[in-house]
């Protein structure tokens, strides 16, 4: 007899180790598409695999082996029997069990830390075990979410069985090695999960003879649209569960499963996502929930006496912010009008600390021409800030005093929260937006405007100086927020589209550049791998920038060519591996990438898979708050 049994199907592969009775090997491919994929990478930790705990002292003394069945019998006379049901589904069969230890798996994180969804909120538990970033408790079914692979739900016979996860890193890899000057939050000591493992072990509550495990392979998540049976968007359905990520210690959702979301840069880009949803999917409804606790602690936690809200004030748990990531404020903002989409409860219960927060925004108008100006100068990268470091989503520059960016985000988030109010009967609270709404449209396009590059610029300093590198976002944000003409908007995108086109960047496969033109060494950071031009935020290509960009194209006429683009990036999405994991090293995750395709991403950003909404927004013209009504 072989030492392995193997098998598998379009959906599902698995080997059953038949000296020691575990499973040795294990893949999934929710859309069994590629069989190759998860008969090739296993998602199990070699070495580890899948053991029954009965098992764990000793060997089977029996076992029969069939072509749906492995069963094997110890001399105590405990069993297990790994039955393929389906072609989704394995059932593991488990008579005479420890309860302490039903039944254990390592997952390998080849490509990035599972994210596990429950419909209960899981309970964190202490771990004696120094390399622990996160040990929690949860219910069962589980709903684990490998990127790149899909869903796989683990289910019980027994409603006594729960689960119990140990987060654990290496202890080989516990630090990034960025440079002697760069030691400033996390940057050096943050856990490199990368080089770790998930560390599952079922337990019951209460005696159990015997019970069964279900591990099924779940469809892809995806929210319907028009074209879904068109293989051109297999990209998108194999990758929209990506952009969310669960913090298991917060229960929120930031960048990736370690950085916590409350009071974050990227937060309104997860309430984008998640106004189109599958409403027959259990796990938009669980997704949905963790935002919404994501947004309330972002006001409740991070929300200074001021009314700004900021990651710092939740990390040093001050009564004031330093002002790092100044569109927190506006993003809490939209956060909270987008939860009311489909909870109006809770956005109304949040509703006074959103207002304190737009009053926090008016404030920015110091010379009262109707533009926010934050206390950054921006004359050039590293200069003292007014209060603290501030800093928005392109923090590789020295964006500051007039930034086009922070500037679209508050226009949204007034524009927003005054269609709330005036929604809930509250017109004349919102009188205030309106009016500073009005000042702004009067004002913006001439503030921004550079008829040097005739394109938007990207900040205007302190000292008065524009900053202008063809900033994609610049124009493209404008025309969804309805602040750049279609007209004008379709030249200036063609004049970027020529840009890239001279520069060499191609169909564009791997995103779009967040500039076209080199920014100067005085406006960008003083690190080679991340600061030379094409690489990560300077001129490299990212997903995240697409959604505004390919959404701008189709809403001026561009259809043919946003196609063109679209497609080309999904069927990157759809072919290659696009979630490196969290923190393998600076420069090499897949979030960015250079032109040729080569990494230069800053961690793993789950904001890389934004680009997806285009297709709603743009491509099928779905309404959404991200898009102007």
Not at 91 to 98: A, G, R, W
Not at 171 to 195: K, P, Q, T
Not at 453 to 458: C, D, F, N, R, S
């Given at each position: 007899m072989s030492k392995y049994a193997c098998y598998g199907s379009d959906f599902i592969s698995y080997t059953i180790d038949n000296e020691k009775g575990k499973i040795a090997f294990f893949g999934i491919e929710s859309s069994g598409r590629d069989r190759d994929k998860h008969a090739s990478y296993n998602l199990m930790l070699p070495a580890y695999g899948g053991m029954f705990g009965a098992f764990k002292k000793s060997k089977p003394v029996s076992s029969k082996i069939t072509d749906n069945n492995a069963f094997f019998k110890n001399e105590n006379g405990s069993s297990v029997n790994?039955?393929?049901?389906?072609?989704?589904?394995?059932?593991?069969?488990?008579?005479?069990?420890?309860?302490?230890?039903?039944f254990s798996t390592r997952f390998s994180i080849k490509t990035a830390p599972p994210t596990i969804w429950t419909k209960k909120q899981p309970k964190s538990l202490k771990s004696k075990n120094a390399l622990t970033i996160y040990k929690s408790r949860y219910d069962l079914p589980l709903y684990i979410h490998f990127p790149d692979f899909g869903r796989l739900e683990i289910s019980s016979s027994s409603p006594d069985v729960y689960c119990v996860e140990e987060l654990q890193m290496s202890?080989?890899?516990?630090?990034?090695?960025?440079?002697?000057?760069?030691?400033?939050?996390?940057?050096?000591?943050?856990?490199?999960?990368?080089?770790g493992s998930s560390y599952l072990t079922f337990k019951s509550k209460n005696p159990l003879e015997s019970v069964n495990l279900t591990f099924k392979v779940m469809d892809e998540c995806y929210p319907p649209f028009p074209y879904e049976k068109d293989e051109r968007y297999n990209g998108l359905k194999r990758n929209w569960l990506n952009a969310f990520a669960m913090n298991r210690e917060l229960f929120d959702m930031g960048d990736n499963i370690y950085f916590h979301g409350t009071g974050h840069l990227a937060i309104h880009m997860k309430s984008d996502l998640l106004q189109m949803v599958n409403e027959d999917d259990e796990q938009f409804k669980i997704i949905r929930r963790v935002y919404e606790r994501q947004v309330e602690r972002s006001f409740l936690e991070s929300q200074a006496e001021n009314g700004e809200v900021s990651v710092c004030c939740?990390?040093?748990?001050?009564?004031?912010?330093?002002?790092?990531?100044?569109?927190?404020?506006?993003?809490?903002?939209?956060?909270?009008?987008?939860?009311?989409?489909?909870?109006?409860?809770?956005?109304?219960?949040?509703?006074p600390n959103a207002i304190k927060a737009a009053d926090y925004i008016l404030t920015l108008d110091t010379d009262g021409d109707g533009i926010f100006e934050i206390p950054y100068p921006g004359d050039y990268i590293g200069q003292p800030a007014d209060n603290g470091y501030y800093c928005n989503w392109w923090d590789n520059f020295a964006f500051g005093?007039?930034?086009?960016?922070?500037?679209?985000?508050?226009?949204?988030?007034?524009?927003?929260?005054?269609q709330l109010l005036?929604?809930?009967?509250?017109?004349?609270?919102?009188?205030?937006?309106?009016?500073?709404?009005?000042?702004?449209?009067?004002?913006?396009?001439?503030t921004f405007y550079n008829p040097e590059?005739?394109?938007?610029?990207?900040w205007i300093s302190r000292n008065g100086k524009v900053h202008d590198y063809g900033f994609t976002f610049a124009v493209s944000m404008g025309i969804d927020e309805g602040l750049i003409p279609h007209d004008i908007g379709e030249k200036m995108i063609k004049k970027l589209l020529a840009h890239m086109e001279k520069e060499g960047y191609g169909d564009l496969r791997f995103g779009i550049p967040g500039n076209v033109m080199p920014v100067a060494q005085t406006d960008t950071i003083n690190w080679p791998c991340m600061s030379d031009w094409g690489r990560y935020e300077n001129g490299g290509l990212n997903g995240m920038n697409g959604f505004h960009f390919l959404t701008s194209m189709y809403k001026v006429g561009l259809e043919k060519e946003a196609d063109k683009i679209l497609f080309a990036i999904l069927n990157t999405y759809e072919k290659q591996m696009t979630h490196s994991g969290l923190m393998p090293g600076y420069c090499q995750s897949v979030d960015w990438r250079t032109k040729e395709g080569v990494s230069c991403g800053y961690n793993y950003l789950a904001d890389n898979y934004y680009f997806l909404l285009s297709v709603y927004a743009g491509k099928c013209k779905m309404p959404h708050p991200a898009v102007v009504r």
């Open positions: 790994y039955k393929m049901v389906d072609e989704h589904t394995l059932n593991i069969e488990l008579d005479k069990v420890d309860i302490k230890d039903i202890g080989d890899f516990v630090g990034l090695d960025l440079g002697y000057e760069n030691h400033s939050y996390n940057h050096n000591r943050i856990h490199a999960l990368h080089y939740f990390r040093k748990q001050k009564k004031k912010t330093d002002g790092c990531a100044a569109d927190s404020t506006p993003g809490a903002i939209i956060g909270l009008t987008g939860i009311s989409n489909w909870n109006l409860p809770l956005a109304k219960k949040l509703l005093h007039k930034d086009i960016y922070i500037n679209y985000l508050c226009h949204r988030a007034l524009r927003e929260i005054s005036e929604k809930i009967g509250k017109g004349d609270q919102a009188k205030k937006y309106r009016e500073q709404l009005e000042r702004f449209d009067k004002s913006f396009f001439d590059t005739e394109l938007m610029a990207g």
